[in-house]
């Protein structure tokens, strides 16, 4: 059974940084699609970025492009988000999840769901 697990969520201010891990157990983690998703109160979960099996490529929400980075390490079993220039829009619980079958423009637009997902962790940026 494969299990995902976030971290690296925390409080920071407007204009910070953070970077969210997610550590991947149980499967053939090299051979996932990987993305990561938010979802804010009385929001639904929207789309952040997403990275190919093979990390050459990678895929991002426009609300976030230029300033977040999807990045992994297969040897590792690791998926990160660089998160640089936070504003307070970005405050939500991050969610990492993966696809034995999705491209990232599928993950990108949510089809028919991931097959596995992390419990999240959450973002708080301060104005």
């Known amino acids: 059974q494969v299990q995902l697990v976030e971290s690296g969520g925390g409080l920071v201010q407007a204009g910070g940084s953070l970077r969210l891990s997610c550590a991947a157990s149980?499967?053939?983690?090299?051979?996932?699609?990987m993305g990561w998703f938010r979802q804010s109160p009385g929001k639904e979960r929207e789309f952040v970025a997403a990275i190919t099996p093979d990390g050459w490529s990678t895929n991002y929400a426009d609300s976030v492009k230029g300033r977040f980075t999807i990045s992994r390490v297969n040897a590792k079993n690791e998926v990160f988000l660089q998160m640089n220039s936070l504003k307070p829009e970005d405050t939500a619980v991050y969610f990492c999840?993966?696809?034995?079958?999705?491209?990232?423009?599928?993950?990108?637009?949510?089809?028919?769901?991931?097959?596995?997902w992390g419990k999240g962790t959450r973002v708080t940026v301060s104005s």
């Open positions: 999840a993966g696809d034995r079958t999705k491209t990232i423009a599928a993950v990108a637009a949510q089809e028919g769901g991931m097959d596995y």
């Open positions: 149980g499967g053939t983690f090299s051979t996932y699609a």
